[in-house]
């Protein structure tokens, strides 16, 4: 694996696992539920990215002491872009995965698969992990979240990058 990047990111190395682009929906739903229970050692990550070169955006963004714990030697990415405008960064959550999250959360006769998504993302995403505040203080949560992946990441295995900085960064960190 070339990297693990537990927030959104564009990266040259792939193919890169993203659970809304996966080609076999619901494939890895059972993986996704023993993570966040513990069953998160580096054979389960092994196994859940068996066929690409790197991970990013939710639900791996809120795994990164469990990617790091796995994959010590990784090269992490925090893609900067929001740093500047946090509102950005809450406009898009709301117009892509709470979107989502509430048109699936409010439909009757959810698929079993739907309802399995529903449920995941209530517990670990927004209880869990954003502790009930992703819709009500989501700026304050992204910088929450960059805050933990600065102080999880060594700063030689984290680059915090901007996409405006160019590529000449980006391919350093990455030796290409």
Same mark, same amino acid.
């Given at each position: 694996?070339?990297?693990?990047?537990?927030?959104?990111? &564009?990266?040259?190395?792939?193919?890169?696992?993203?659970?809304?682009?996966?080609?076999?929906?619901?494939? =890895?739903?059972?993986?996704?539920?023993?993570?966040?229970?513990?069953?998160?050692?580096?054979?389960? &990550? =092994? =196994?859940?990215?068996? =066929?690409?070169?790197?991970?990013?955006?939710?639900?791996?963004?809120?795994?990164?002491?469990?990617? !790091?714990?796995?994959?010590?030697?990784?090269?992490?990415?925090?893609?900067?872009?929001?740093?500047?405008?946090?509102?950005? &960064?809450?406009?898009?959550?709301?117009?892509?995965?709470?979107?989502?999250?509430?048109?699936?959360?409010?439909?009757?006769?959810?698929?079993?698969?739907?309802?399995?998504?529903?449920?995941?993302?209530?517990?670990?995403?927004?209880?869990?992990?954003?502790?009930?505040?992703?819709?009500?203080?989501?700026?304050?949560?992204?910088?929450?979240?960059?805050?933990?992946?600065?102080?999880?990441?060594?700063?030689?295995?984290?680059?915090? !990058?901007?996409?405006?900085?160019? &590529?000449?960064?980006?391919?350093?960190?990455?030796?290409?």
């Amino acid at each position: 694996m070339h990297g693990v990047f537990p927030s959104s990111v &564009w990266t040259a190395f792939g193919p890169s696992y993203h659970l809304l682009v996966n080609p076999d929906p619901g494939k =890895d739903d059972a993986t996704w539920f023993r993570i966040p229970e513990g069953d998160s050692g580096p054979e389960v &990550w =092994d =196994d859940l990215l068996k =066929d690409y070169q790197s991970i990013m955006d939710y639900p791996a963004a809120i795994f990164g002491r469990e990617l !790091y714990a796995a994959y010590p030697d990784a090269k992490f990415i925090l893609v900067a872009a929001f740093f500047r405008d946090p509102q950005k &960064w809450e406009e898009s959550m709301k117009s892509s995965l709470l979107l989502v999250y509430h048109a699936l959360a409010n439909r009757p006769n959810n698929t079993p698969g739907d309802a399995a998504f529903v449920n995941w993302y209530k517990t670990f995403v927004f209880d869990k992990y954003h502790e009930g505040r992703l819709e009500t203080h989501a700026q304050q949560e992204l910088m929450a979240h960059n805050e933990r992946i600065r102080n999880l990441i060594p700063s030689h295995r984290l680059l915090v !990058y901007d996409v405006s900085e160019g &590529w000449d960064r980006l391919t350093e960190f990455l030796g290409v």
